[in-house]
Nanobody, 119 residues
Framework: QVLLVESGGDLVQAGGSLTLSCTSSGIGFRFYTMDWYRQAPGKQRELVATITSGGRATYVDSVKGRFTISRANAKNTLYLQMDSLTPEDTAVYYC?????????????WGQGTQVTVSS
């Protein structure tokens, strides 16, 4: 059974920081491209950051310079360090695991963790 479990969401004041974690089981974590997505109330889910199996990271423009995605393959864990948070970052944050190098492979999602930023 594949499990992705996010943690670390919280209520924080604007300007504050949070670190999200996504712990996986049941997959060969080190082979997977890992993403953080978020979904704010009434909005579509959006891709926030991606890290490839080789460690290359990319970000949506709105979080560049504030968020850092990283992975610890030995711990099967994905992280998202979020600094200088704004109310616009309020959303449920989800991690996703995928193998874009394998056609037809499954994609896995976690259940999400709530981040609320107060002004």
């Amino acid at each position: 059974q594949v499990l992705l479990v996010e943690s670390g969401g919280d209520l924080v004041q604007a300007g504050g920081s949070l670190t999200l974690s996504c712990t996986s089981s049941g997959i060969g974590f080190r082979f997977y491209t890992m993403d953080w997505y978020r979904q704010a109330p009434g909005k579509q889910r959006e891709l926030v950051a991606t890290i490839t199996s080789g460690g290359r990271a990319t970000y949506v423009d709105s979080v560049k310079g504030r968020f850092t995605i990283s992975r610890a393959n030995a711990k099967n864990t994905l992280y998202l360090q979020m600094d200088s948070l704004t109310p616009e970052d309020t959303a449920v944050y989800y991690c996703r695991a995928a193998r874009p190098d394998l056609a037809g492979s499954s994609v896995y999602w976690g259940q999400g963790t709530q981040v609320t930023v107060s002004s």
